[in-house]
């Protein structure tokens, strides 16, 4: 993607993080695999890809910034939403195939050796959203001095009406479900303090997770009171 964009070569970051993915690349290639030697040398190999990715966000978009800004560009702010978004869609989808081989792969080979991987066949949406909750709520309250609270409640099919005990659990990969979870509570409590002056008034208007379940489906909603 990156050497789509014309110009990419004056913006320092994109060369530096273009240069890295090569590298990465090669090394995955090259690295001795097979019933022989086991998996020993590739799962060392995408740890240490998987650490040293971590830069990656800020490094892209500051490139993009400074691409943007550049005279001999015509991009649109659609044109750069866009790529960033499909970009970054992408390294969420490699980040996880590469946690899935390390979940997977057997403790003797460097692994994690789970069955099932990153995927948990028991995830807890309840207690994922009061995680998310929690962080959300902090950011919150660093950045902004203040948060409005929040409510979890939880419903299933089989207890219609009544909140239920046992929290409602599906397979699902906790991690990214948590991703999501925070995002969403960051707009909502942000959204809460910016529209709610009166701290009296902020505490009884609190955020509202409600968790919903049968057999076949999870449903989660994330609801506030700012006026927006």
Not at 35 to 59: N, T
Not at 192 to 204: D, F, P
Request: glycine share 6%.
């Amino acid at each position: 993607m990156i050497e789509n964009l014309p110009g990419w070569r004056s913006i320092p970051e994109f060369v530096a993080t273009h240069d890295k993915m090569q590298t990465w690349y090669r090394d995955m290639r090259l690295v001795q695999r097979n019933a022989k030697v086991g998996l020993k040398d590739f799962v060392k190999s995408i740890k240490r890809i998987r650490g040293e990715s971590g830069h990656m966000v800020p490094a892209v978009v500051e490139a993009m910034h400074k691409l943007h800004s550049s005279p001999t560009t015509d991009f649109t702010d659609e044109f750069v939403n866009t790529w960033l978004d499909d970009f970054f869609m992408i390294r969420i989808g490699s980040n996880m195939l590469v946690d899935q081989c390390l979940a997977i792969t057997s403790l003797e080979d460097g692994g994690l050796g789970k069955p099932t991987g990153i995927v948990d066949t028991n995830c807890d949406p309840t207690i994922v959203c009061k995680q998310a909750a929690e962080y959300a709520k902090a950011l919150c309250q660093a950045h902004l001095g203040r948060a409005p609270t929040y409510v979890i409640e939880a419903y299933s099919a089989n207890d219609p009406g009544t909140q239920t005990r046992e929290h409602p659990k599906f397979s699902y990969i906790p991690t990214y479900l948590r991703y999501i979870m925070v995002e969403l509570l960051k707009n909502a409590f942000k959204a809460s303090v910016e529209n709610i002056r009166c701290e009296e008034e902020l505490s009884q208007k609190p955020i509202r997770i409600l968790v919903c379940s049968d057999e076949y489906h999870c449903a989660i909603r994330v609801s506030d009171q700012a006026g927006g």
